[in-house]
């Protein structure tokens, strides 16, 4: 499947790739095999970078196709590196640029790790050596880059995958939740009305108060939308989707709903409006 990708190509765009498949030349194999079937003006380009694409899949080089491929074929490498794929979801204070991160969750050769502030965190850069694709949802745009300003890297070791654009290709608009939802995939019941301003203040309340129910439940509602993640790029990949309840046989436990702060929520969403602008977690943050 992944090396009918064309699109990529200097030259080759709908129309092109239209024209070489009714040529015969349906994938790298048959450009190299049959470069007299290849229109002279691009000949050159398209047997060259279907010569190199062959010789990345030869050797495996995740990295090569995750800079080179089009974002429209980007999901391709689904079909190939499915299996090594490890899913991973990030919480912050907030969603300025300058916020911390508070959580990471891993789903990494089919085990749940975490890694949180003041605990353990640093030991992400460990697990990430031994990352082949790193699959996320939205992480191009908010999850990476926040890791690599919060740890102060050069780029990710490992080659990424957003899963936010193969789905809006498709018709799945909307953030994780709403994406999933139509696929039949729902979150446990008391994770069904979590957000990300749900997880800002449940690390609020776990750093000021110490509150274990607050800590937990966030883990929780982090690690559910790294779980979502393998049966939607099973979907992706058009390969039967893992059911949610295999899913959550892998959360850690339910906590006793911890007390947050009531107040005038209209008023805190005012507040952090006027902090982050059209970035507030309400507004940004649902999206994912």
């Avoid at 495996?60 to 074929?73: C, G, N, Q, R, S």
């Avoid at 689904?78 to 204070?93: R, S």
């Avoid at 003041?118 to 697990?127: S, T, V």
């Avoid at 295999?246 to 107040?263: E, K, M, N, R, V």
């Amino acid at each position: 499947m992944i090396t009918e990708a064309f699109q990529h190509i200097r030259g080759v765009g709908p129309v092109r790739m239209q024209q070489l498949q009714q040529l015969g030349v349906r994938n790298w194999h048959d450009a190299v095999a049959c470069e007299q079937k290849i229109p002279p003006g691009i000949r050159q380009a398209v047997v060259g970078a279907c010569r190199q694409a062959l010789e990345a899949l030869e050797t495996d080089d995740i990295a090569y196709f995750a800079d080179t491929l089009h974002p429209l074929d980007r999901w391709r490498m689904l079909t190939c590196w499915l299996n090594q794929a490890t899913y991973f979801d990030i919480e912050t204070t907030g969603l300025s640029h300058d916020d911390g991160i508070t959580i990471i969750v891993c789903w990494h050769r089919n085990q749940l790790h975490t890694f949180v502030e003041h605990e353990n965190l640093d030991d992400i850069l460990d697990l990430l050596d031994d990352v082949r694709l790193l699959v996320s949802f939205n992480g191009s745009s908010f999850d990476v880059p926040r890791m690599i300003d919060g740890f102060h890297i050069p780029n990710l070791p490992c080659a990424h995958l957003d899963l936010r654009w193969p789905c809006f290709y498709r018709g799945l608009h909307g953030g994780l939740k709403q994406v999933t939802s139509k696929l039949g995939l729902e979150r446990p019941m008391d994770l069904s009305s979590a957000d990300g301003d749900l997880a800002v203040r449940l690390w609020n309340l776990w750093q000021a108060q110490q509150d274990s129910n607050a800590r937990n439940q966030l883990i929780r509602y982090c690690a559910a939308d790294v779980l979502l993640l393998k049966p939607l790029a099973e979907h992706i990949a058009g390969v039967p989707m893992t059911s949610a309840a295999d899913l959550w046989q892998h959360l850690p436990p339910a906590s006793p709903s911890p007390l947050l702060p009531t107040g005038d929520q209209d008023a805190r969403r005012r507040i952090l409006a006027a902090k982050f602008g059209s970035a507030s977690p309400r507004v940004l943050r649902t999206r994912r």
